[in-house]
């Protein structure tokens, strides 16, 4: 689970790996977190992975 506050006027994208020393960041799977705008709110992903694998999260933010 990764949960951040958001700033309006910013857009959000969680990425993750499975070993942070390789740098092989990728999206995480569920669309609906790969561009999410901004609003104040405080948003949660949570990972549906069912497999066992454990996962390292970061946050990406950029400006429109």
Avoid: E
């Amino acid at each position: 689970v990764v949960a951040w506050d958001t700033v309006t006027g910013r857009f959000y994208r969680v990425i993750q790996t499975t070993n942070t020393a390789l740098a092989a960041w990728s999206n995480a799977p569920n669309p609906a977190f790969t561009n999410i705008p901004g609003s104040g709110d405080f948003l949660v992903y949570t990972n549906g992975d069912t497999n066992g694998r454990s996962y390292y999260f970061k946050i990406r933010v950029r400006k429109p």
